[in-house]
């Protein structure tokens, strides 16, 4: 899909801190805590929940109450006239959303204002009961959510460890690059980590109270994103493979986490004016999707990202940052070899791989680094790509113009 009227106002986004697996934000309901956030952030960017004509909703774990997601969160941020779509497509749900959105907008010609919000939470997942009355007794069939489908794409038969696995053999990658790729981009986003004008700051929703489930005592207080593990090349040469035939260890693969996102999307002159600053320009300019061959998930980045700057009129020489969500360190080895890139060349601040993967959230977090970045740089084109369950890539491309130098 290829856009001309779909602009995202600089500064109308943000993400929260991404908390590891059972953290600081396993007991809190994620829809509530993305309203609240979405609330809170709209408040203090002085953008007025009337702006907004739809809210479409991105999540991959369902929760108690999350049939409601999409206008339950209207009514918490202010506009209970509005509602919109959910959208569940795996890792690739951000991108997803992304893409429909700025679709949407760009059909009515750029006079709709859509708000994204992407939430998720990997930890204390629903067990769910399935009933079956032909079953023996009646006696239905069982599934944790998260675990079980972390371990099996029942068309592939196939886990992600082992989609990744399958690349590294077949592409040669072998333990060596997996850890130098993961040691670069441990030290690209740690350089962002402290101070009060580090890159991430610019973004995140910060600070994050975590409160019981009275809402009235704070237990915790993110400053940051939780559960980052210091990384170094001796510490990464300890680990054994996960699988004993393997190459791919626990210092090279992500971690389930824990967070939410939002983004607004909407036409040129609204954006200007909800921008933070309305000198810097954000448009989004195509948005592909694509499927692998079964069993090896990493390589769908590459022929995604082609497909997203085809859409573009672009070239992978015509952009100025590019972020991966790499599940995997392979994802980054082979991206790198499919496009004659230096690993040092992209995911500049880091990436999930460090950071953590809450799914549903993840991919408009890294979008939303992608923008930064290149304001930071002085505009540019952007490309964002990443893979997802089900063997599928999808990816965005972006321009921002900036009068920074």
């Not at 009227?5 to 697996?21: E, L, M, Q």
């Not at 944790?144 to 068309?155: A, G, S, T, Y």
């Not at 994050?208 to 915790?220: F, I, M, N, Q, Y």
Request: hydrophobic letters at 40%; glycine letters at 12%; one cysteine or more.
């Amino acid at each position: 899909m290829k856009f001309e009227k779909a602009f995202v106002p600089y500064g109308g986004y943000w993400s929260t801190p991404f908390a590891r697996w059972q953290g600081s934000l396993a007991g809190v309901h994620p829809v509530k805590l993305a309203g609240e956030v979405a609330a809170r952030v709209l408040a203090e960017r002085g953008i007025d929940a009337g702006e907004f004509d739809s809210l479409f909703f991105g999540m991959t774990v369902p929760s108690k109450s999350s049939f409601y997601a999409a206008p339950w969160i209207a009514g918490m941020i202010g506009n209970p006239r509005i509602s919109g779509p959910t959208i569940m497509q795996a890792c690739a749900t951000s991108a997803r959303l992304i893409g429909q959105a700025a679709g949407e907008v760009d059909q009515a010609g750029g006079e709709r204002c859509i708000l994204g919000i992407a939430a998720d939470r990997c930890s204390s997942g629903p067990h769910i009961y399935y009933p079956d009355g032909s079953g023996p007794g009646g006696m239905g069939t069982a599934e944790d959510w998260v675990w079980d489908n972390f371990q099996c794409d029942p068309f592939a038969k196939a886990s992600p460890l082992e989609t990744a696995e399958n690349v590294a053999r077949e592409q040669g990658i072998g333990r060596q690059e997996q850890d130098e790729v993961a040691l670069l981009r441990y030290h690209q986003y740690a350089a962002d980590r402290s101070g009060p004008e580090g890159f991430r700051r610019r973004y995140l929703a910060v600070p994050l109270e975590v409160r019981d489930p009275s809402g009235r005592k704070v237990v915790a207080t993110l400053e940051d994103d939780e559960g980052i593990t210091h990384t170094t090349a001796e510490g990464l040469a300890r680990l054994q493979p996960v699988k004993p035939d393997g190459t791919v260890t626990y210092g090279t693969q992500t971690h389930p986490a824990d967070g939410n996102c939002g983004m607004v999307v909407t036409g040129r002159d609204r954006a200007r004016r909800l921008a933070r600053d309305p000198g810097i320009e954000v448009q989004l300019l195509s948005f592909a999707q694509v499927r692998t061959k079964p069993a090896f998930m990493p390589l769908a980045p590459v022929p995604a990202a082609r497909a997203a700057l085809e859409e573009a009129g672009l070239d992978i020489g015509d952009v100025a940052a590019i972020k991966t969500h790499n599940p995997f360190a392979v994802n980054d080895v082979y991206f790198a070899r499919s496009f004659d890139l230096a690993y040092d060349a992209f995911n500049r601040h880091g990436s999930s791989l460090i950071y953590g993967h809450p799914q549903g959230p993840t991919g408009m977090r890294l979008v939303i680094e992608l923008i930064e970045e290149l304001a930071e740089r002085g505009g540019g084109y952007g490309l964002f790509s990443g893979c997802a369950a089900g063997d599928t890539g999808a990816a965005v491309v972006v321009k921002v113009d900036s009068p920074r130098s």
